[in-house]
C-alpha cells in the first residue's frame, strides 16, 4: 500500500497567520490518465471529515478560497492563507491512485 | 439536499457481527459509489473499502477481506456495511462517504454522521 506521510503532527496558529501542512506519498500519485489523485480532508471536532481539495489543487464547493493545494509526484502542500478560528480540526491527505486508499495520519491544527 | 443518514450506536461482543446502514437521499442513488471510513477512538481514518451502487462491484481493504461484505439496496437508496469476528480493536466509528461509481475514487463529497460500534465483553 501507499504510505502517505504528513508534516507536522500539529501547528498551532495565531489567527490571520498563515499555516503549511506537508504530505509526502511513497510512490507517484500521478495516474496515466493525467490527473493526479491527492486529497485534502478537513475533520473538524465532534464532526465527520469534510473535503476541501480534490486532485491536488481543486477546492471542493463551498470551501473558502484561502485554503489551496499545490504539489506534484510525491510532494504535496495544503496551504491556509490566513488562518481562522473556525479551521481548528485535523487535516488529513488521502491517495487513490491505487485500489488501496490510504489517507496520512493527519495534521492537528490550533488556535494560539 | 444530498444526505447521507446512518443506523445507531451498536455495542456488539467479540466474535459477533455488526451491520451499520447508511440511507442516501437527495441524488440518483445509483449513479455513485459508497466507501466506508472508520476511525478508532483518538486515531486517523482508515478507508475500509468502497461499492458502486451502480451494479454492486466491490474493493475491500485487503486486512479486512474475509471479515466484511458491503452491499447495497437500490430499492431504498441503502448501503450497508457488515463486520463479522468482531475483535477488541474493531471499536470505531464508522462512516460512510459518497464515492465515485465506477471505482474507489477517494472523491468522498458527501458523508454519514457516524456510527459508533463498540466490542467488549
Known amino acids: 500500500d501507499i504510505v502517505m506521510t504528513q508534516t507536522p503532527l500539529s501547528l498551532s496558529v495565531t489567527p490571520g497567520q498563515p499555516a503549511s501542512i506537508s504530505c509526502k506519498s511513497s510512490?507517484?500519485?500521478?495516474?496515466?490518465?493525467?490527473?493526479?489523485?491527492l486529497y485534502w480532508y478537513l475533520q473538524k471536532p465532534g464532526q465527520p471529515p469534510q473535503l476541501l481539495i480534490y486532485e491536488v489543487s481543486n477546492r471542493f464547493s463551498g470551501v473558502p478560497d484561502r485554503f489551496s493545494g499545490s504539489g506534484s509526484g510525491t510532494d504535496f502542500t495544503l496551504k491556509i492563507s490566513r488562518v481562522e478560528a473556525e479551521d481548528v480540526g485535523v487535516y488529513y491527505c488521502?491517495?487513490?491512485?491505487?485500489?488501496?486508499?490510504?489517507f496520512g495520519g493527519g495534521t492537528k491544527v490550533e488556535i494560539k | 439536499q444530498v444526505q447521507l443518514v446512518q443506523s445507531g450506536a451498536e455495542v456488539k461482543k467479540p466474535g459477533a457481527s455488526v451491520k451499520v446502514s447508511c440511507k442516501a437521499s437527495?441524488?440518483?442513488?445509483?449513479?455513485?459509489?459508497i466507501s466506508w471510513v472508520r476511525q478508532a477512538p483518538g486515531q486517523g481514518l482508515e478507508w475500509m473499502g468502497w461499492?458502486?451502487?451502480?451494479?454492486?462491484?466491490?474493493n475491500y481493504a485487503q486486512k479486512l477481506q474475509g471479515r466484511v461484505t458491503m452491499t447495497t439496496d437500490t430499492s431504498t437508496s441503502t448501503a450497508y456495511m457488515e463486520l463479522r469476528s468482531l475483535r477488541s480493536d474493531d471499536t470505531a466509528v464508522y462512516y460512510c462517504?459518497?464515492?465515485?461509481?465506477?471505482?474507489?475514487?477517494?472523491?468522498?463529497?458527501?458523508w454519514g454522521q457516524g456510527t459508533l460500534v463498540t466490542v467488549s465483553s
Open positions: 461499492i458502486s451502487a451502480y451494479n454492486g462491484n466491490t
Open positions: 462517504a459518497r464515492d465515485r461509481v465506477a471505482v474507489a475514487g477517494g472523491n468522498f463529497d458527501y
Open positions: 510512490q507517484s500519485l500521478l495516474h496515466s490518465d493525467g490527473k493526479t489523485y
Open positions: 488521502m491517495q487513490s491512485i491505487q485500489p488501496a486508499l490510504t
Open positions: 437527495g441524488y440518483t442513488f445509483t449513479s455513485y459509489g
